[in-house]
Nanobody
Framework: VQLQASGGGLVQPGGSLRLSCAAS????????IGWFRQAPGKEREGVSC????????YYADSVKGRFTISRDNAKNTVYLQMDSLKPEDTAVYYC????????????????????WGQGTLVTVSS
């Protein structure tokens, strides 16, 4: 059972990246999926999540209108499309999955009984 986050890299301000969270050993469409990020010296924060029950979505205020979360059940993958990137988006991005509803999915707590990916580094710099 594994979650694999990928797609990070170096991008200029205003650019775009698409992060992928691929699951092996279990089916992602039964899970609520969250994207989190942690910048150096800061706590891990919720960026976006998508509910297992009705695919409702949450976005942190800092990324609303710029990031989009989506599922591809055929590929057992959840994506985070990140547009209009800013230097303050620089962080290690993690995906996580848990079997509960989407309530509170912006918090790390529900994922204590779930799965975490290994993180992918996003650097936004000119």
């Amino acid at each position: 059972v594994q979650l694999q986050a990928s797609g990070g890299g170096l991008v200029q301000p205003g650019g775009s990246l698409r992060l992928s969270c691929a699951a092996s050993g279990f089916t992602l469409d039964y899970y609520t999926i969250g994207w989190f990020r942690q910048a150096p010296g800061k706590e891990r924060e919720g960026v976006s999540c998508i509910s297992s029950t009705d695919d409702s979505k949450y976005y942190a205020d800092s990324v609303k209108g710029r990031f989009t979360i989506s599922r591809d059940n055929a590929k057992n993958t959840v994506y985070l499309q990140m547009d209009s990137l800013k230097p303050e988006d620089t962080a290690v991005y993690y995906c996580a999955a848990h079997l509960g509803s989407g309530y509170g999915c912006w918090s790390t707590a529900p994922y204590d009984d779930g799965y975490w990916g290994q993180g992918t580094l996003v650097t936004v710099s000119s």
